[in-house]
């Protein structure tokens, strides 16, 4: 794959690809929602100027290997219906954070679960990371099941000084084959 084109993933019902301008409707209901953000801390997205305005950020982040945001679709359907990240690397890059959403109507379908299972896969095996961390609200129960249905582990101690109401899980790469690995 070439340096700078965007690694769409795809598995056996969802397309993962690149954050579109076309996608601005999307963003805006899932960085606004209150029912999606429910657990979430993170600036609203309310008009289309900031929806856009997220896209460029996320595009560039991608440009300067901060961030990996996809895009989650139904494998024939290009419609957004969530995202799905890696951001947040340590400096020497070993270390990330996964981030996702989903529209209400998709949940309980093994969606996220089969897009976290790919991204996952493209962490340690594409990027070479060692570790992928969660941060999730204390009570976010979907959450909290779907990371250890993926062998994440709750990293005890460890805490989220920008949201005390946040835990944090965390997977190697080591324990992670055996779950990614078909």
């Known amino acids: 794959m070439e340096q700078n084109q965007f690694p769409d993933i795809e598995t056996v019902r969802l397309l993962l690809r690149k954050l579109k301008k076309s996608d601005w409707q999307m963003i805006s209901y899932l ?25 460029s950020k996320t595009n560039s982040g991608f440009k300067s290997r901060k961030l990996y945001y996809w895009t989650i679709t139904e494998k024939y359907n290009d419609k957004m219906i969530g995202s799905i990240c890696l951001w947040n690397f340590s ?44 941060f999730t609200h204390r009570r976010n129960e979907s959450s909290k099941i779907l990371l250890e249905r993926n062998g994440f582990s709750l990293v005890e101690g460890k805490k989220d000084e920008h949201n005390r109401d946040n835990i944090i899980y965390g997977i190697r790469a080591k324990y992670a084959y055996a779950i990614i690995s078909p």
């Open 91 to 134: 400096q020497d890059r070993k270390t990330a954070e996964v981030g996702y959403d989903l529209s209400p109507k998709y949940q309980k379908k093994g969606i996220m679960d089969e897009s976290l299972k790919s991204v996952l896969e493209y962490g340690f095996k594409t990027l070479n990371v060692d570790l992928i961390e969660a």
């Open 31 to 55: 960085r606004s929602d209150k029912k999606v953000n429910e657990f979430v801390q993170r600036p609203s997205a309310q008009s289309k100027e900031k929806a856009l305005e997220f896209i």
